[in-house]
């Protein structure tokens, strides 16, 4: 048995060696042991950053597995879902699977950047950590957006209408904007297409890039350390080894989240609540629209406070008006890192944390009125 | 000066020219002072010809440009009211000349007064010269006739039934005629009267769809077959090729009307066929007639009965998947097929042949088997897709609960 190991550990000596001799891993290595995370009450928080690409991991295992089967257009595209669903072998678990990773990932994503807000992770040195993680939530919901209209059924098409309408308030380019987005005036065929490409080369593209960017500038950097430590003495801090304590502690939370997609999956393969997607009807452009037409969860918020505005809000339309805001108040989200000049010297600014409350307040409230009006 | 004799020329030209239209139909100014709101002058304008540019003298003659109602009594062509005899001659005046009616309205045919004669109610009136029966204004009334698509009008499908009751359910009127006053009520209650009068289903027949209208008569025992048939085609087809046609033409049986009645027509049921009461083939047959009726009768029944069985079987296990959650379209779309084939194997029942019968319920039964089967594989997929997250939920766990002890160990 012990001869065994033995021949073991040197086979695993032997290929670290033949591996190191030409690519000169050993510092890697080193830097890896060195890696520390600080250990705190909400060191919970860390892991929501690799739930969140786990679950990207699992999309594009699941979306490559689509992919062979999925057949962009008018008059495929619904059958071919159909077709993943009710004949391949474990279609219907793959777009299961796919979907609620897709919404999870979401809610992840979301849990992940407020944590980091109301942590204020993201001071001074990580303003680019921050940006460049709200580069990736932006892409996520290009994603959720243009994935929606590929099974090309009545909901998803009545919502890309609505969707896309909105870019086309835009004033001076909201009209060519639309006409790109669509292919043409209309959401026919072609939107399929342009979306299909967006979804799933495009897009993945973008956020390989943006995901290796987030995920150097993490490693560099390490884990960002609560704001009440500032003033805490170095014999006070704890931490843990990143390698392998923190990456075993990770891998146990991507098994329980793993376990949780699976049950899902199973249990509700066409989702449950307001993370529905069932294929229902095929979309007919000349059938009237269904009663009630509703994006996915994640742009509920951003629906209804546009539908709560008046046509006309001064000299501009209130669609327009709404636009602007959000797109106002989106930057300054995004730029917040730049407006904060006060929590990387140890002090919680009162302004953020009271913009980051009215933010979610107004998210969680517009909503919640979204699924109850309609 | 010489302008101003012009102008007052004009001027007085104009007013004369409206004087003499204004005088035009006297007839109403006259008859709508004294008559109440249901009188003809007040009615008239709800009528199609007054609608088309008639007026009251086109009909009745005289001048209505006289004031004074004695002149115009005395005045050239004034015929005042037909008689309930003169009436159908008289509309025909119009409605049988083709190259008038063209102008007016082409699409409506001119052989409504030679189909009339050859009505019922024509023989009474001009054989009999029986004037209860009924003429033109009967059934479209006197001075609103409207256009017979129109909801208001009493030819429009909706109101026929109510049209032709007037009279035909009216006992005392028409005890004289010795003929039953119940059809109205009788068509109401049938599956016709229902689907024309409470879905408003316009394709459904009302009387005179099967009577004829301006040729109305009872339709035939023979021509039965051939009145059904109009909107029954295959049904009719099957009996007429059936050993039933000769046999009921021999015994002077009413067709269609034998098994089904002919007012109150209800919606057949499967108990209708069979060796046994309430099917009404033991009406004729009984065992040891000389002919296989009953024996063809079992076995049509016995097919339908298993047909039907099966495929409510089909339908149940079907639902069941269906409740699970699982995608069941191509099952339902086959069980579509089965229910066609159901309604063909009840209409091939009108060929009395129970080969034709057995051969189509046993293509239904071989389409709801593989129903019930692909229903019940998913129902097992459904069970199959549980284990398998048993067993994968297990290993994960059995995996993590490994890891924590490998962390807790680094610890």
Redesign the interface.
């Known amino acids: 048995m012990s001869t065994n190991n033995s021949q073991n550990d040197s086979f695993v000596t032997r290929a670290y060696q033949w591996v190191n001799e030409r690519y000169k891993i050993d510092a890697l290595v080193d830097y890896m042991s060195h890696k520390a995370v600080p250990i705190h009450k909400h060191s919970a928080f860390y892991y929501l950053g690799g739930i969140s690409l786990f679950l990207f991991i699992v999309q594009v295992v699941t979306g490559i597995l689509l992919l062979m089967y999925y057949r962009p257009g008018a008059d495929s595209a619904y059958e071919s879902v159909q077709f993943i669903i009710s004949t391949v072998s474990f279609g219907w678990l793959v777009r299961a699977v796919h979907s609620w990773s897709a919404n999870l990932m979401i809610l992840a994503a979301f849990l992940h950047m407020f944590t980091v807000f109301f942590t204020y992770a993201y001071r001074r040195p990580r303003e680019l950590t921050w940006l460049s993680g709200m580069g990736l939530l932006g892409l996520a919901m290009a994603f959720g957006f243009s994935g929606y209209l590929l099974p090309w059924n009545e909901l998803a098409y009545f919502a890309t209408r609505v969707g896309t309408g909105m870019a086309g308030a835009l004033p001076v380019i909201g009209d060519e904007l639309l006409v790109i987005m669509r292919g043409g005036e209309e959401v026919t065929g072609a939107t399929i297409g342009r979306f299909f490409g967006l979804h799933v080369a495009i897009l993945p593209g973008l956020f390989t890039v943006l995901l290796s960017v987030h995920l150097i500038f993490v490693q560099r950097q390490g884990m960002s350390e609560p704001i009440e430590w500032t003033e805490k003495p170095e014999s006070e801090k704890k931490y843990q080894k990143f390698f392998p304590n923190f990456l075993l502690k990770d891998l146990l939370v991507w098994l329980i989240v793993l376990n949780i997609l699976a049950v899902l999956a199973v249990l509700f393969p066409d989702g449950i609540g307001v993370m529905h997607w069932p294929l229902g009807v095929k979309a007919d452009p000349f059938a009237p629209p269904p009663a009630v037409i509703r994006p996915e969860w994640y742009f509920m918020f951003a629906f209804q406070a546009l539908k709560f505005l008046p046509a006309h809000i001064l000299f501009i339309e209130g669609e327009l008006f709404g636009i602007i805001v959000f797109s106002i108040g989106g930057l300054i989200w995004a730029l917040i890192p730049f407006f904060d000049r006060k929590s990387h010297t140890g002090k919680k600014p009162k302004l953020v944390f009271w913009f980051g409350v009215l933010v979610v307040v107004f998210i969680i409230v517009m909503t919640i009125l979204g699924y109850i009006l309609e | 000066m010489k302008n101003n004799i012009i102008i007052w020329m004009v001027a007085g030209l104009v007013a004369f020219a409206v004087s003499a239209l204004a005088q035009d139909n006297n007839c109403l100014t006259c008859h709508q002072d004294f008559e109440d709101e249901d009188g003809p002058a007040h009615k008239i304008v709800r009528d199609i010809h007054y609608q088309k540019g008639l007026l009251c003298n086109d009909c009745h003659g005289g001048d209505p440009t006289l004031e004074d109602m004695d002149d115009v009594r005395n005045s050239k062509g004034y015929h005042g009211v037909p008689s309930h005899f003169e009436v159908p001659k008289f509309c025909a005046s119009c409605h049988s000349n083709a190259r008038y009616m063209h102008e007016h309205n082409p699409s409506l045919p001119t052989d409504q007064f030679d189909k009339y004669k050859t009505s019922k109610h024509g023989q009474l009136l001009f054989g009999k010269k029986d004037t209860k029966v009924a003429n033109c204004v009967s059934c479209h009334s006197v001075h609103e006739i409207g256009d017979a698509k129109m909801p208001h009008s009493s030819t429009h499908p909706l109101n026929v039934a109510k049209t032709c009751g007037k009279c035909h359910a009216d006992p005392d009127y028409m005890a004289e005629y010795n003929i039953p006053t119940t059809q109205v009520q009788d068509y109401l209650e049938s599956v016709h009267g229902k689907a024309l009068n409470e879905d408003h289903d316009l394709g459904a027949p009302t009387c005179n769809d099967c009577h004829g209208n301006h040729g109305a008569a009872p339709p035939g025992v023979g021509s039965l077959a051939a009145v059904c048939g109009n909107c029954h085609a295959f049904q009719a087809e099957l009996f007429n090729r059936s050993p039933h046609k000769e046999a009921f033409v021999e015994n002077d049986f009413p067709m269609c009307e034998t098994c089904h009645s002919n007012h109150n027509i209800k919606k057949p049921t499967d108990e209708m066929v069979g060796a046994e009461e309430p099917a009404v083939c033991v009406r004729c047959h009984e065992s040891g007639d000389g002919t296989k009726g009953l024996e063809t009768a079992a076995a049509m029944a016995e097919s339908i009965k298993e047909l039907v069985s099966v495929r409510d079987e089909a339908k149940a296990v079907l639902a069941n998947a269906q409740q699970k959650?699982m995608?069941t379209?191509?099952e339902e779309f086959a069980l579509k097929d089965v229910e066609q084939i159901l309604i063909q194997t009840r209409t091939l029942v009108h060929s009395f042949n129970k080969d034709e019968v057995v051969v189509k319920a046993k293509e239904g039964l071989e389409k709801a088997k593989i129903v019930e089967e692909k229903s019940t594989s998913l129902i097992d997929e459904y069970f199959f897709?549980?284990k398998?997250?048993i067993i994968?939920?297990l290993f994960?766990?059995i995996?993590?609960i490994g890891?924590?002890f490998?962390?807790r160990k680094?610890?």
């Open positions: 959650g995608m379209t191509d897709r549980r398998g997250l994968s939920s994960i766990t995996l993590a890891l924590y490998k962390i680094l610890k």
